[in-house]
């Protein structure tokens, strides 16, 4: 039976993406609900596995399976394709559901020729993934040129209008300077300080300045920035469980000047593909690009 194991009902899927009405998010969510269906039961399994109740994670872990598989049949296409070429979609698909292998990276590069062609098209979950994915299928330049872009969507949109803080809704001041007074529901839903497409912070610390955990707690890090010439150059920290991860690049001619600290054991990519495994301590780098 076509839908068994997965949740076919109304709900809002990626909300408040540009151009999409309400009827239109709640006729195309199920490939974005399902997703976290998907990693909820998987997340289910492996917690009831690290607790020793073998009985639930074999449960889980069946329904997971069967869950994942039907979602694969529903939405992905053995091209890539998914949910008709839904960017959204693409991107909670990759994200939650499909596996690595080749169908992956079929489904990857269909992503990545939709942004070029439409855009930044998306809502409250798929945009905080929007720019990883992007560097995962080998478009860096590509993320730099969504992250940056002036026009609506867009966050240099809304700092060019003046914006300390993330807006509800891309168009939350339209370009005529006008506050956006549009009803979706009962209510204009326009606030100007709001969580979801401020969820970019993750591609400043995790690709900008390359920041991620190798272990729990950070007991090990990995340092990997995806530099861009338009910024010139960065700096930032982050304050971990095991202590402040700092990490700065910068552009001078030919040359991009690299500076990590790390309180821990890390491993350290440069951009010309060298990996450094270092202990605690500052470390400075030049590379020749």
């Not at 899927?13 to 309400?22: E, F, I, P, R, S």
């Not at 991860?245 to 951009?271: C, F, H, N, Q």
Request: aromatic share 12%; glycine share 8%.
């Amino acid at each position: 039976m076509e839908g068994k194991n997965l949740w076919l009902g109304v709900s809002l899927g990626d909300w408040l993406a540009m151009g999409k009405d309400m009827a239109w998010q709640a006729q195309h969510n199920n490939p974005i609900s399902n997703s976290f269906i998907v990693h909820d039961l998987k997340v289910l399994n492996e917690t009831a596995k690290a607790l020793g109740y073998e009985e639930d994670a074999a449960r889980y872990g069946a329904q997971y399976q069967a869950t994942r598989d039907a979602y694969m049949k529903m939405f992905v296409r053995e091209d890539g394709d998914v949910a008709d070429d839904y960017q959204s979609a693409y991107i909670m698909a990759l994200k939650f559901v499909i596996p690595e292998g080749e169908l992956r990276q079929k489904v990857l590069k269909k992503y990545a020729d939709n942004v070029c062609r439409e855009g930044l098209t998306t809502g409250f979950f798929a945009t905080q993934h929007l720019l990883p994915m992007l560097i995962e299928a080998g478009e860096r330049e590509l993320a730099y040129d969504i992250l940056l872009q002036e026009g609506c969507p867009g966050w240099m949109y809304q700092i060019d209008r003046g914006a300390t803080t993330t807006w509800e809704r891309w168009d939350a001041i339209r370009e005529d300077g006008t506050v956006n007074e549009d009803k979706i529901t009962d209510d204009n839903m326009v606030s100007f300080n709001h969580y979801a497409f401020g969820s970019v912070g993750e591609f400043y610390y995790q690709y900008i300045l390359g920041i991620k955990p190798l272990a729990p707690g950070y007991r090990k890090v990995k340092i990997k920035p995806y530099p861009d010439r338009r910024l010139g150059g960065v700096s930032g920290s982050y304050l971990s469980r095991a202590g402040e991860i700092k990490s700065a690049w910068r552009y001078e001619g030919d040359m991009l000047k690299m500076t990590v600290t790390v309180p821990m054991e890390a491993e350290i990519y440069l951009p010309d593909g060298r990996v450094e495994k270092v202990e605690k301590g500052e470390y400075s780098y030049e590379i020749l690009l």
